[in-house]
């Protein structure tokens, strides 16, 4: 929907026209509707372009390499679009906090703000101070106002962490659908070697348990089938003397809720009472997603991942005894610091000994500020690594395909999610075990739950027919 924003502007005629541009993982997805609900409730309202708005803000993520290049490209690219028409442009999130001084600093980007993941609730007051203090300055490439000269006393500088900010008493502004993501806890305290999100997001903190369900019943109530739960490091959820296991058996009691899932769990947090839950509770989908990212002991002693390959082994044994069939994923990075080949075979054999249902692969790349960029030099050669994960990823496609053919005939509840626009003619959702499953369209709406047959296969999704009902 698109709205004028000159009916939107106030006495000074500053629009209030939003524009927000969301990058990386759910978390983010998840802060991006944190976000509108905090600005909607002080008078602004969301466009769906950027050359409709009067303010791009850049919800951002540091995980991946070249993220910062593509938030770069796009300021750019906006401010060229704009061709000198005012544009209020700020970066949220990962970057804000880890890329501070650098973003404020540089004087082509001329960005208006830049606020970090535990500052949301300020920014009305920061759009406010913006616009209160500072006049349009049409000379700078189309940015409205002044270059940012002194950066930490800017009034749209905020990227101060907090000890205890979890948005309880926010309800995000989510779009109509099946599934809902939960924050239930943020930050992480763990600093693996490669990550810069205990840095950028602080420190651990969970929200207390009635409160992440009443935003859950408040979600059923609004039509959702289907909450992820998530978390930097989800399953240290605390609150209060109350484990994760705990909140998920209380979730599982609110009845309009048909699944719950969650992500993204340490392999070092996984109790037997997270295990007893996954295995007794039947709204906790049979699936978890467990980053192993490297299978040598001295290469995840690098990662400062505290776990050896045995020990992630055993847990995945007990994961799969208390629940048989289970689908497991993971995250694998090939080519870290000194990994050497022999070391990366240890990687190939736990792959195949876990046999994971699908794996989120990638090669080593330096993040900026993160304990592995300080310490170790980015040695194994490129063509060394894209060799490593050519191979592994034949491995897994191999895994994954075998594990999806098995399913072929088997009865799968498939919570529908959406029609499969390219075709018309299908609906796809998902099976317990979090995999895509398209099935001939009938008259399924999102939401539906279909008992179906699984009638074919690929590495990545399956086909089925439903049962006559
Ligand atoms: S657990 Fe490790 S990889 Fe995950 S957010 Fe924390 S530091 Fe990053």
Not at 215 to 227: I, N, P, S, Y
Not at 328 to 344: A, Q, R
Request: charged share 25%.
């Amino acid at each position: 929907m698109t709205i004028s924003s000159s009916l939107m502007s106030d006495d000074k005629g500053f629009g209030k026209a939003v524009y927000i541009a969301t990058y990386g993982c759910q978390m983010n997805e998840y802060d991006s509707e944190l976000v509108r609900s905090i600005l909607a409730q002080a008078g602004y309202v969301f466009v769906d372009g950027a050359n409709e708005a009067d303010i791009v803000l850049l919800n951002t993520c540091s995980v991946r390499e070249n993220a910062h290049r593509k938030v770069y490209g796009h300021i750019h690219e906006i401010r060229h679009k704009r061709q000198g028409r005012p544009v209020v442009i700020g970066v949220l999130g990962c970057m804000a906090t880890g890329l501070r001084q650098e973003l404020m600093d540089d004087r082509a980007l001329a960005l208006d703000l830049v606020v970090g993941p535990d500052s949301y609730k300020r920014l009305p007051q920061i759009l406010t101070a913006i616009r209160a203090g500072l006049k349009p300055a049409p000379t700078l490439q189309g940015a409205r106002y002044p270059m940012i000269t002194t950066t930490m006393e800017h009034p749209g500088y905020d990227v101060t962490l907090s000890e205890f900010e979890t948005y309880a008493d926010v309800y995000p502004t989510r779009s109509a659908g099946v599934n809902a993501w939960v924050a239930v806890m943020r930050g992480c305290n763990n600093f693996c070697s490669f990550c810069i999100v205990p840095y950028t997001r602080g420190r651990e903190r969970s929200r207390p348990v009635e409160n992440v369900l009443d935003e859950v019943k408040r979600l059923a109530d609004d039509g959702f089938k289907q909450v992820t739960l998530l978390g930097q490091n989800v399953n240290s959820y605390r609150h209060d003397g109350k484990d994760f296991a705990h909140l998920l058996d209380e979730i599982s009691k609110i009845k309009r809720i048909a699944r719950i899932r969650f992500t993204s769990p340490h392999p070092k947090d996984f109790p037997e009472s997270l295990i007893r839950v996954l295995g007794e509770n039947p709204k906790v989908c049979k699936q978890v997603h467990l980053p192993l990212q490297a299978g040598n002991d001295r290469v995840l002693a690098l990662m400062n991942r505290h776990y050896t390959g045995a020990v992630f082994m055993d847990l995945v044994t007990r994961i799969r005894r208390a629940c048989p069939g289970i689908a497991l994923s993971t995250d694998i990075i090939v080519g870290f610091p000194t990994e050497t080949g022999l070391e990366f075979n240890d990687t190939v054999r736990l792959m195949q000994e876990a046999a994971f249902d699908s794996a989120f692969i990638f090669k080593y790349s330096v993040r900026p500020n993160t304990e592995a960029e300080r310490r170790l030099k980015d040695d194994v050669p490129e063509k060394e690594k894209t060799e490593r994960i050519v191979r592994i990823n034949k491995i897994q496609t191999d895994i994954s395909l075998g594990k999806n053919k098995a399913l072929i005939g088997q009865i799968e509840p498939v919570l529908i999610e959406s029609v499969v626009l390219s075709k018309g003619n299908s609906v796809y959702g998902r099976n317990d075990a979090n995999k895509i499953v398209v099935l001939p369209k009938g008259n399924f709406k999102p939401g539906d739950m279909v008992q179906a047959r699984i009638t074919a296969a690929t590495p990545h999704q399956l086909k089925g027919e439903p049962l006559a009902s």
